[in-house]
């Protein structure tokens, strides 16, 4: 007879009662969670994903934020774009804001994506793992220091909370890009 390959019913069991105290005491609570570098390029990134969406699906609200500089400094130097930097601030040209564009574009779509995927199979097959991504966060042009105008580099202007809040009040995962829009 072929084994199985399974879990037992009875793992399954005293798994479920040994988190449960947590997911009840952590239901209705915001995560927010930033995805680095190395939790995107690490051997198990479906695992961290997969891990997100059980969390969504029991009630925690997630705010999910990533991290594109290691990608963005990749393809700037695929471009033979130097970026500057001036005072800590790096100055953005429209080549450089156009790479940069691209980059977080394309990871924000694969992480909807990913999230969207996780929701077909398993325990939480046909509960849907919808996300939010848009203009939450908007900018404002850092301006000029020390005479250089720093071009399309940016500052926080405001941060849409209640926009944000709905999304999370409607079980939906928040995603935030590193970009802010103005």
Not at 52 to 76: P, W
């Amino acid at each position: 007879m072929e084994k199985s390959t399974f879990i037992d019913d009875a793992e399954v069991v005293a798994w479920l009662r040994e988190v449960s105290p947590y997911f009840q005491s952590h239901r209705g609570k915001t995560f927010v969670v930033h995805l680095t570098k190395r939790a995107i390029d690490s051997e198990s990134p479906n695992n961290i994903i997969s891990d997100l969406v059980i969390l969504a699906h029991v009630g925690v609200r997630l705010i999910v934020v990533f991290d594109a500089s290691a990608q963005i400094a990749t393809r700037l130097t695929e471009k033979g774009i130097t970026q500057r930097e001036v005072a800590g601030f790096a100055v953005s040209d429209q080549a450089t804001i156009n790479a940069v564009t691209e980059v977080v574009g394309s990871m924000r779509l694969e992480f909807e994506s990913a999230f969207s995927l996780k929701s077909t199979g398993g325990p939480f097959a046909g509960a849907a793992s919808k996300t939010a991504s848009g203009n939450f966060v908007t900018a404002k042009p850092a301006g000029i220091v020390d005479g250089v105008d720093l071009g399309y580099t940016g500052r926080v202007r405001t941060i849409d909370e209640v926009a944000i809040e709905a999304r999370l009040d409607a079980g939906e995962i928040v995603l935030l890009a590193p970009i802010g829009y103005s």
